[in-house]
C-alpha cells in the first residue's frame, strides 16, 4: 500500500496511449481515476464539477493550453500536476511553484511529483 492509496485523480491528457500509461501508473500506486479526458472543453467542465483529490495535466492539448483548467483546479484549491515534453519553461509564472513531471517519467517519478503536489 502506498501514499496514494484510494487518492482520486483526474487525468487531462490528449495523446491516447500517454493517458493509459499515466492510468496504468496511478492505478498501480492505488489511485482511483475519476475521468480521463483529451480536449479542453470537457477538462473544464469535468474540472468545474468532479470531486478528486488532485489532477495530471498535458500542459499541451491538442494545440490548446491546459492553463484555464489549471485555473479552475486551483481556485477548487485541488492540487495539481503539470506533465509536459517541454520542461518547466513551458509554465506561465503563475504557475511556476507548481510540480512538473518531463515526459518521458518513470512510476518513481510519478509517485515522488504527485506526493510533492499533495503537500503543498
Known amino acids: 500500500m502506498t501514499q496514494l492509496q484510494g487518492l482520486s485523480v483526474l487525468v487531462v491528457e490528449d495523446e491516447g496511449s500517454v493517458a493509459l500509461l499515466i492510468e496504468d501508473m496511478l492505478q498501480d500506486l492505488g489511485c482511483e481515476i475519476v475521468a480521463s479526458v483529451a480536449r479542453l472543453a470537457e477538462a473544464l467542465k469535468v474540472a468545474?464539477?468532479?470531486?478528486?483529490?488532485?489532477?495530471?495535466?498535458?500542459?499541451?492539448?491538442?494545440?490548446?493550453?491546459?492553463?484555464?483548467?489549471?485555473?479552475?483546479?486551483?481556485?477548487?484549491?485541488?492540487?495539481?500536476?503539470?506533465?509536459?515534453?517541454?520542461?518547466?519553461?513551458?509554465?506561465?509564472?503563475?504557475f511556476s511553484s507548481h510540480p512538473v513531471l518531463c515526459k518521458p517519467f518513470s512510476m518513481t517519478e510519478l509517485q515522488q511529483t504527485v506526493a510533492l503536489a499533495l503537500r503543498r
Open 48 to 94: 468545474a464539477t468532479a470531486e478528486v483529490d488532485l489532477a495530471v495535466l498535458d500542459v499541451n492539448l491538442d494545440g490548446q493550453p491546459v492553463f484555464p483548467v489549471a485555473e479552475l483546479l486551483r481556485e477548487r484549491q485541488i492540487p495539481l500536476v503539470f506533465s509536459t515534453g517541454y520542461g518547466t519553461s513551458g509554465l506561465p509564472r503563475e
